[in-house]
């Protein structure tokens, strides 16, 4: 006769229940802490926000945006700050899809690992550029060259802005000086007749006086 397994005693249920409580716990800790580390992230570097290094595959940053997505959803979390962490991580994905923002994004990485190697007056065959002190220099120094492109962008639109304000004000004096030389053609061509009236009775009046003048006296 087949032996009865052991019955489940309340301890062994609450046990689990404790168990998936910590899991719970342990899960949403994950979340929590994605989601501040998101949004400690530099901005402006797509890289980082996504914890990628720079130069991987598409479909890397497609899977990891994907896995990214998934913990940190609004619809997945409570946290408050979840929205505003998704945010970013969908920018951050859409700049690394962007063939042309990526390309400048991974110049300006470059430039900045090239800054460093010109000044500690290294070859790009020293040694120390694959420690992991220079891995943490070099994002440091990506910052800086980030900053320092935007901080140029951003100056270079202001002048792009300003010009194009120059120039909209050119023209609206413009469209508003052949407003006033219309209207100014207008006035005076409704008072054509009124002039040449004036003018007719000017010649008549002065024609009168010169008869009266010539009529001999006696």
Known sequence: MASKAPEKTVDDKEDKDILADLDREANEYAKDAEIQRILNAFKLDAYAILDLQPGVAESDIKAQFRKKSLLIHPDKTSNPLAPDAFDRLKKAQAELSDEKKRERL????????????????????TPDLKTAEFAVDWREKTKTVLIDNELRRRKQLKAQLAEEGREQRKQEAEIEERKRKRENEVAWESTRDNRISSWRDFQKSGAKKKKQKTKPLG
Not at 116 to 125: A, G, N, P, S
């Open 106 to 125: 991974d110049e300006a990485i470059a430039d900045a690992r090239m800054l460093l190697i010109r000044e500690r007056k290294w070859t790009v065959d």
